[in-house]
């Protein structure tokens, strides 16, 4: 079992707060030796596989990290165009980790906002006045949890279908934003959360939930 990942939403449906927290299974990682037996594309300021499948790698994965070496959109980390490089013999053997697609910031901003308008469409549809909006969403491949406060702040989880306690944990995560954010001098409400006080204890309660399942009273 496991939680993907944390977005917090302010008021206004914009994303103030979001991590990763699970490195999918899909993704595989092979050494090449020139020319590559795969074609490589730029789509959508990504590097996919455009043709050939083996060893676990398929059309429509992405390159993740070459060498070891993040890979961003079209660029490593270090700053190397990766088509470029891959295209050049001199820089073979290659590791070339290959997965599905990661969304990037301005993905995960659009994301926000449009699940920020559902949720306001799920309490408009209500045949009853008062409803709390969408509090779960399901899929066959993970579950998205929402808990809003009664200021309007959203803490939505994504986690395995299987994974218990997510109720408690969001709970959590609301103490530990009104600790470490909300009673941070720093802080400006609906303002992007950048503490390290707040980041260590929510990766410390999304360890403790993965391995419990729960939180117990008290905790």
């Known amino acids: 079992m496991a939680i993907f990942s944390v977005y ?3 008021k206004a449906g ?7 927290s699970y490195a999918p299974r899909a993704e595989a990682e092979k050494t090449f030796s020139y020319p590559l037996d ?3 594309k730029l789509h959508d300021e990504r590097v996919l596989v455009a043709f050939g499948q083996r060893d676990g790698i398929r059309v429509g994965h992405a390159v993740l990290a ?3 070496i993040d890979v961003n959109g079209k660029y490593t980390a270090d700053g190397k165009e990766v088509l470029e490089y891959l295209g050049s013999p001199s820089n073979y053997p290659v590791s070339i980790r290959f997965g599905r697609p990661r969304l990037t910031s301005n993905e995960k901003l659009m994301l926000a906002s449009m699940f920020h308008s559902l949720f306001a469409i799920g309490s408009q549809l209500s045949p009853e006045q008062g409803s709390s909006g969408i509090e779960m969403l399901e899929t066959d491949t993970f579950k998205l ?10 803490f939505v989880v994504l986690a395995d279908p299987r994974q218990a306690g997510i109720d408690s944990l969001l709970r959590k995560i609301y103490e530990i934003y009104s600790d470490f954010a909300l009673k941070n001098p720093f802080y400006s ?5 950048r503490c390290e006080l707040f980041d260590q204890n ?4 999304l360890e403790v939930a993965e391995k419990a399942g729960t939180f117990g009273p008290g905790s």
């Open 38 to 40: 795969l074609l490589l």
């Open 14 to 20: 914009g994303l103030i707060y979001q991590l990763d």
């Open 189 to 193: 409400l609906e303002m992007p959360i």
């Open 66 to 68: 070459i060498n070891g």
């Open 145 to 154: 949890h929402c808990f809003q406060t009664l200021t309007g702040i959203k």
């Open 202 to 205: 929510l990766k410390l309660a």
């Open 8 to 10: 917090v939403v302010n």
